[in-house]
């Protein structure tokens, strides 16, 4: 798993970059916002108590916060994300 980190913001959880992972599976729990375009590669996502969601190239995706679930990297992933804060995170 790589990422690099364009932008992170010095006065709340606002950060921008460009992460990329090997195939795997693993839980996502993660307590900020995200939105993410894939840039290329394939995965499915599935949140706690739904449809799995098939991800590729050209996809994006908006992350609620406290959003749960498990990822399944089948192609090696790349994708271009901005990490949004929560009133927790942001100190509000």
């Not at 839980?27 to 098939?54: H, N, W």
Request: hydrophobic share 35%; aromatic share 10%.
């Amino acid at each position: 798993m790589r990422s690099k980190v364009a932008f992170k913001s010095s006065v709340d959880a606002t950060n921008v970059g460009v992460w990329e992972c090997s195939p795997g599976k693993w839980r996502r729990q993660v307590v900020e916002a995200e939105f993410c375009t894939i840039l290329s590669g394939r995965c499915t996502f599935t949140p706690e108590g739904a449809q799995s969601i098939v991800l590729e190239a050209g996809d994006s995706i908006y992350f609620h916060p406290h959003t749960n679930g498990e990822w399944n990297i089948r192609e090696t992933i790349r994708k271009a994300y901005v990490i949004l804060p929560t009133p927790t995170s942001a100190g509000v």
